[in-house]
């Protein structure tokens, strides 16, 4: 699977920004579409993912609430909403596909997108 990150901006705390991930290659359904971000200094951590054969859904606590994760299944891209957004919320933002669902560890995903900068103003 090849997976592309976009979306990524500058954005003012409060603010809203919509990320995509565009899915190639296999057969997407079989995999869950993840979101991790990586603040600088900090470890990759896991925001949300998605089942793509039926839609079912996983969050962090920190993204609980405020963003929401979906996919269109026609254009084979996944998304993240994020509303209220925070300058903790300030990091690279990755795409990611993995065989099994529920996972939050980096080291369960396989495939990976190249990343998209999400900074959050105060």
């Known amino acids: 699977v090849q997976l592309q990150a976009s979306g990524g901006g500058l954005v003012q705390a409060g603010g809203s920004l919509t990320l995509s991930c565009a899915a190639s290659?296999?057969?997407?359904?079989?995999?869950?579409l993840g979101w991790f971000r990586q603040a600088p200094g900090k470890e990759r951590e896991f925001v949300s993912v998605?089942?793509?054969?039926?839609?079912?859904?996983y969050y962090a606590d920190s993204a609980l609430g405020r963003f929401t994760i979906s996919r269109d299944t026609a254009k084979n891209t996944m998304y993240l909403q994020m509303n209220s957004l925070k300058p903790e919320d300030t990091a690279v933002y990755y795409c990611?596909?993995?065989?099994?669902?529920?996972?939050?560890?980096?080291?369960?995903?396989?495939?990976w997108g190249q990343g998209t900068q999400v900074t959050v103003s105060s």
């Open positions: 990611a596909a993995t065989n099994f669902w529920g996972v939050r560890d980096v080291y369960e995903y396989d495939y």
């Open positions: 290659g296999r057969t997407v359904s079989a995999y869950a």
């Open positions: 998605i089942s793509w054969i039926d839609g079912k859904t």
